[in-house]
């Protein structure tokens, strides 16, 4: 962890590392009963985001009780709100100095209106390349001017697209999901619809891969290498959960960063990564808002639209006790056998509206985005992957690609202007 937090924790850490582990063992399973999973309402002074994985615990005091990481939700939870600074590690180059900075409306592990910049360009053959440096996210800051990133310097990017914040409230019960759940979905898409399943390594376990369901692409397929990742490629704090063991810092457009990383790698022992994931795994679904006639009206209208063939509307995870993630995670019973109402299949589609950038899949993944979760999505200002569309009607004319076009058509064509009406009351209603 950044080197500021040892002493931090060593006075502590004794006592409580016995209690830390068993709050993250995998709860009794009491019963294999399908059960709805519980969801929060999105309200942050009701405190109900806690879905009773582990222990809850109180509030952490940097005086007389510091956090200490996957003792409790409330520590995880500090820690994901803590703000790093140069000391830690943050950067040099980077897009934000804490998780909840990019996932915190209404509360802490939601969506927001933070965007990231992705770039790249199509060489001679007509393939994806990334800027110099190798990858296509272009952090937005630094620590030192001298190494900020600027397109400037790379001429030849002119794929250009911005990505939105997503909200990981819940995500414990998608990364809970099985592999043959998604493969289920796909076989009983339509070819129009039919989405596609990419696998993904997971850093933590034995490399062996996993079915991609986190970030725009699906390029993860674990919490800890979720996390892990974007603690490295958002704040530029390594850790063993970052791809390269916490050996590699972050570049500037393929410049070394060297002379501004004052902080050995790796920056953080992987406690902290693990703190995030524990944190998303102990937390609530966003719920849904009241559902009046007109929103059940609607969703009816979202079904004739043939919307939910992709933003699927209910998925079961699998059994408590599942060992998934190459072995290093046993699905506890708090997680196991839930019925979540994501509206989304996870998987990739070329929907008109992708942004040309190849990140895992290969090069028939660029017109491809993940089927976004529309949980939620009535605390969202900005729509679509860039954040482009800023109402539900301009979302839906983006929609172009095999399959969506039949929707969107749906829609202008068959849908008379109450039942319009009635389709954004549902959609307001998630």
Not at 293 to 299: E, F, I, L, P
Not at 404 to 424: E, G, I, P, V, Y
Request: overall charge negative; aromatic content about 6%; glycine content about 10%.
């Amino acid at each position: 962890m950044p080197n500021t937090r040892k002493t931090r924790i060593l006075t502590v850490v004794l006592c409580v590392a016995a209690l830390g582990v068993l709050a993250l063992l995998p709860s009794a399973v009491s019963s294999q009963q399908t059960n709805e999973a519980p969801t929060t309402d999105l309200n942050v002074r009701t405190d109900d985001v806690w879905n009773g994985l582990g222990v809850k615990g109180v509030t952490p005091d940097e005086c007389t009780n510091p956090a200490v990481a996957n003792r409790s939700f409330e520590d995880n939870k500090f820690i994901f709100e803590e703000r790093e600074n140069a000391d830690d590690g943050l950067g040099p180059t980077y897009n934000d100095t804490a998780c909840s900075s990019c996932h915190q409306s209404p509360e802490t592990g939601g969506t927001s209106q933070i965007n990231e910049l992705r770039a790249g360009h199509r060489d001679n053959l007509g393939h994806f390349a990334a800027p110099p440096g190798g990858s296509s996210l272009i952090q937005l800051r630094a620590i030192d001017a001298r190494a900020q990133e600027l397109l400037d310097r790379a001429p030849l990017d002119t794929i250009r697209t911005f990505r939105t914040s997503l909200n990981v409230l819940g995500d414990g019960f998608v990364e809970a999901i099985a592999d043959g759940t998604f493969t289920n979905i796909r076989n009983g898409q339509p070819g129009d619809f039919k989405g596609t399943i990419i696998m993904v390594p997971v850093v933590e376990g034995t490399g062996a891969p996993r079915v991609g369901r986190f970030g725009w692409k699906d390029q993860h397929g674990s919490l800890v290498s979720f996390s892990g990742d974007a603690y490295l490629n958002e704040m530029g704090i390594t850790n063993p959960f970052d791809g390269s063991q916490g050996l590699q810092e972050n570049n500037s457009l393929g410049a070394s960063v060297a002379a501004f990383d004052g902080v050995a790698d790796p920056e953080d022992d992987g406690d902290d990564a693990e703190a995030f994931a524990n944190f998303m795994r102990a937390t609530r679904p966003p719920g849904r808002g009241a559902i009046t006639a007109a929103v059940t009206r609607g969703q009816q209208q979202f079904v004739n639209a043939s919307c939910a063939v992709c933003h699927v509307q209910s998925i079961t995870t699998a059994p408590a006790g599942t060992v998934i993630n190459g072995g290093t995670f046993a699905i506890p019973a708090v997680l196991g056998n839930k019925v979540i109402h994501p509206f989304s299949d996870f998987l990739l589609h070329d929907c008109g509206t992708g942004d040309e950038i190849v990140q895992n899949g290969g090069e028939g993944t660029a017109r491809m985005m993940r089927t976004p979760p529309l949980w939620g999505v009535r605390t969202k200002t900005e729509l679509m992957h860039d954040g482009l569309s800023f109402t539900f009607a301009e979302a839906i004319q983006r929609h172009a690609g095999p399959g969506c076009t039949q929707s969107r058509n749906f829609f202008n064509n068959n849908m008379t202007a109450a039942q319009k009406s009635d389709l954004f009351a549902f959609l307001r209603s998630l």
